[in-house]
């Protein structure tokens, strides 16, 4: 049986990546490698469905949010209505050409970079709605690796996040109990926090209740004030964020920024790490260390960190914190190196293109 793919990008980087790909697809089989661009000829289809309007509105929303995440600007009621009138009508006619793309062609899959952002959001809906199989990359949350899968990326991906699952897998029973970190115990020493970037898909889609590190800071300026006088917060920047928060730099003498230190030191000194969803909390819990997740993050599961959704419970739980258990964080670590695909997608050897054709011909041959 002869397939037909789709690898469909939004940047130079992943069209590079997807045309290595598409060029060890199997011969007989049809591959195509688009990049957004290639849709500015293609007129959008006059067919509009309920379904449609509003697919484009909540892809609107995605893309007004990170408008406003990015430059850090709020606008009045008259300007945010320009604003989405004009995400709206631009983000349907991309909807519209999407519908028709895929109409005319009859995809045995789609694959996309992300599942999150405004482009890859609105065609996996469609293609939902079409029946037609989708699967998505990311980077790895391990060193050189990279996420392949049919469900989404990060929060959306299909690791299993219930700790029985973890507890069943691993067999070896010699574990030591983790350390309890009790902060009112505890005259010196400090909280690690490391800032992400506000107009990430991390923040915008996974963080339900704090919009950006602004609203971040405010939670950890109400946490400090609850702690021992000893007890400090440092907060490390994302290197690749366009924010300045410098005004946020000198607001409180407790909370300290250094953008200098190396993170892994920063972590391991640390009494405890709290993350909204940063890969630095999955690097620390491989480090033994307390962390506190208050976004959704794929591996804030139970007995590997502490979740917290709202400021009074990130007051009370940090109180009291453990480490990782051993247990489950050695199956779940286990159960990572078999999930990612090992390899740098930038610079994609050979092994890794086979190993991700076995993966994409394993979900197309899937009845």
């Given at each position: 049986m002869n397939y037909k793919l789709l690898f469909f990008s939004v940047n130079r980087h992943q069209k590079s990546y997807f045309d290595s790909l598409s060029s060890v697809i199997r011969k007989r089989d049809k591959k195509i490698s688009l990049h957004k661009r290639s849709l500015i000829w293609l007129l959008p289809s006059l067919l509009i469905k309920k379904s449609d309007i509003f697919l484009a509105y909540s892809a609107s929303l995605i893309r007004l949010k990170y408008f406003y995440n990015k430059t850090g600007k709020r606008s009045g009621i008259v300007k945010n209505f320009l604003f989405?009138?004009?995400?709206?009508?631009?983000?349907?006619?991309?909807?519209?050409?999407?519908?028709?793309?895929?109409?005319?062609?009859?995809?045995?899959?789609?694959?996309?970079?992300?599942?999150?952002k405004w482009h890859q959001f609105v065609i996996k809906n469609i293609a939902n709605?079409?029946?037609?199989?989708?699967?998505?990359?990311?980077?790895?949350?391990?060193?050189?690796?990279?996420?392949?899968?049919?469900?989404?990326?990060?929060?959306n991906n299909s690791v299993p996040k219930n700790k029985e699952f973890y507890l069943k897998k691993y067999v070896d029973k010699n574990f030591s109990s983790p350390e309890i970190v009790n902060l009112s115990e505890i005259n010196n020493g400090y909280i690690f926090v490391p800032f992400q970037v506000d107009y990430d898909t991390q923040i915008i889609s996974h963080s339900p209740w704090i919009k950006d590190m602004e609203s971040f800071y405010e939670v950890l300026n109400s946490l400090v004030s609850t702690l021992h006088d000893g007890i400090n917060i440092i907060i490390k920047e994302h290197p690749k964020s366009s924010r300045n928060y410098k005004f946020l730099h000198y607001r409180n003498p407790r909370i300290k920024f250094d953008n200098q230190s190396d993170t892994e030191n920063l972590v391991l000194n640390s009494e405890l790490i709290i993350t909204i969803n940063s890969t630095v909390g999955l690097e620390s819990i491989i480090k033994d260390k307390p962390v506190m997740v208050l976004g959704k993050a794929f591996y804030a599961i139970e007995g590997l960190c502490q979740k917290a959704s709202s400021e009074a419970?990130?007051?009370?739980?940090?109180?009291?914190?453990?480490?990782?258990?051993?247990?489950?964080?050695?199956?779940?670590?286990?159960?990572?190196?078999?999930?990612?695909?090992?390899?740098?997608?930038?610079?994609?050897?050979?092994e890794h293109l086979a190993a991700i054709e076995k993966r994409i011909y394993e979900v197309v041959e899937e009845s």
């Open positions: 989405m009138s004009f995400y709206y009508f631009t983000t349907l006619v991309f909807l519209l050409k999407i519908k028709k793309l895929l109409t005319a062609n009859h995809f045995d899959i789609i694959i996309l970079w992300n599942d999150m709605q079409k029946n037609i199989k989708v699967a998505f990359f990311e980077n790895g949350a391990l060193p050189n690796t990279v996420t392949f899968d049919t469900m989404g990326v990060n929060f419970e990130v007051i009370s739980k940090s109180r009291c914190i453990s480490a990782p258990n051993e247990k489950i964080k050695n199956s779940f670590m286990s159960f990572l190196t078999e999930y990612y695909v090992p390899g740098n997608w930038r610079s994609p050897s050979v």
